[in-house]
């Protein structure tokens, strides 16, 4: 299985704004934020680039790492894949376990780190990471819904 991983939930440009502490403007010219969409919808953007502390900066210092180089979804993808440079553990779950940032600037210059296929699968740390608004958790009917949690590695 090929393609990219576009790990979930997404926000608004409002909802990034207010979850970053910022204005939908500020946001929105923010070049370490990753966003999906802006032509024929308006963009999207990852909510595991925010913590409960606003924007997450050692996320945004890989995204300035590697955007001269990379398009927002391949980075995107990148940061929710397992790498065997980072012990098996994808860059998003080794920041969010404490691991060191300069670990994961280093893995993002390795050439073979860079995704190329999914079997390895993502992963993220769920336990650790902020908790969808009430918004996001609402499906078709209207009924509140468990947010989908991706399943977590074991073995670590």
């Known amino acids: 299985m090929t393609g990219r991983v576009l790990l979930g939930p997404f926000l608004t440009r409002a ?4 979850r ?3 204005s939908a403007m500020t946001i929105h010219h923010r070049p370490d934020l990753l966003r999906v969409g802006g032509r024929t919808f308006k963009e999207a953007y990852f909510a595991f ?3 409960r ?6 996320v945004g210092s890989v995204v300035l790492t590697l955007r001269p180089h990379f398009d927002d979804v391949t980075i995107a993808d990148w940061l929710v894949m397992r790498t ?13 376990r404490g691991g060191d940032l300069e670990a994961v600037l280093r893995a993002a210059s390795v050439p073979d780190s860079m995704p190329s296929s999914l079997e390895a699968g993502p992963e993220v740390e769920p336990s ?7 918004s996001e958790r609402v499906g078709r009917t ?6 989908r949690i991706p399943r ?5």
């Open 15 to 18: 909802e990034a704004a207010r």
């Open 20 to 22: 970053g502490g910022l």
């Open 49 to 51: 680039q925010f913590d």
């Open 53 to 58: 502390g606003g924007v997450r900066r050692d």
């Open 84 to 96: 065997p440079v980072l012990s098996g553990y994808s860059p998003l779950a080794w920041l969010i």
């Open 128 to 134: 650790r990471s902020i908790s969808p608004s009430r």
């Open 142 to 147: 209207g009924r509140l819904s468990r947010p």
């Open 152 to 156: 977590p590695i074991t073995g670590h």
